[in-house]
């Protein structure tokens, strides 16, 4: 695969305009407005069409290919990865970080369990200095390996119950688990000085979510974990997402958080009301295509909503 630099906020101007031309315009443009207009591109790095990397603020940016959504941040002696979708994934991505840095990843860091964020894990085996979990995901990261008979895994040696904090020259991150909401373990984690966020599956920009009962997903705490979420960080932070619909970003903002707390509200007056009225699980799958009051969330998996509203009011 033919690959490309990226860039960060932090790097040298003649790196940034070697793929200045791919991107933008720069002719009768000072070097200062050439990199602003670099960084607010919103579509920075693209490599044969397999993966996306983005800038979302600073030196934090996502990474995209297969599985949910992985953030990153990288500068010359410090990197962050958070979640690795799968083995070949986090391959790409780690030969992507070594065109920029020759520093082993300091910290990785599994928002929760599933697979598709945590699969990539065993790429990082010998090149980690902390992994880091909150201890539900990682007491389930070992039962779904143990169900599954899976043997090349890499388990988190480092959990915590409720906040963490982690530093390293000028990065600071904070840790903060909300309580029970898309699974019984997903955490918040926060760059500090680039004032952006990695929500995981907390948030699914106007997809329909996956509600894991199997390990302790409470929908009615869920929406309470989004108000704290917001309340937290405050509505200048930046977002990012483990999953979008298609035409939407994995990427935004506290309105974004905002929305996908409306829909778990209304999908709990639904569910309500539809057990109420006696309709059953089947009767409302077979009838129902959006949830009244949050009709941006369209297209398939609207029966795994439909199947854990009525598991939990039932």
Known sequence: MQRRKFISSGSQLGALLLIAPHLISCKGKSSAEVKEDLIKNESIFKSGGDFTITNVAGNVWTFEERGG????????????????????????????IATQTSSKV????????????????????????????????????????????QKDVLYPTTTFATDQKYSKGDLKMSFNYFGAAHTDGDI?????????????????????????????????????????TVKTYGTDTKYIFGHSANGYPVRGNSEDLNAMKNYLERLLEFGMASIKSGISLNEAKASTTVIPGAEEWQGKGIERSLDAVYQELS
């Open 188 to 228: 918040v984690s926060f760059f500090e000085n680039d004032n952006v966020a990695h929500m995981g599956d907390l948030v699914f920009n106007r997809r329909f979510p996956y509600i894991d009962k199997s390990a302790g997903a409470n929908i009615a705490n869920w929406v309470q974990v989004l108000d704290k």
């Open 106 to 149: 300091d910290l990785l860091v599994n928002t929760h369990h599933h697979g598709d964020h945590t699969s990539g894990n065993i790429a990082y085996k010998d090149l980690l200095g902390m992994h880091i979990a909150h201890e539900n995901s990682l007491k389930n990261q070992k039962r779904v390996a143990e169900e599954r008979e």
């Open 69 to 96: 959504t992985i953030g990153f941040y990288v500068t010359e002696d410090t990197v962050v990865v958070i979640d690795t979708q799968f083995p070949d994934q986090s391959g790409h991505l780690l030969a992507e």
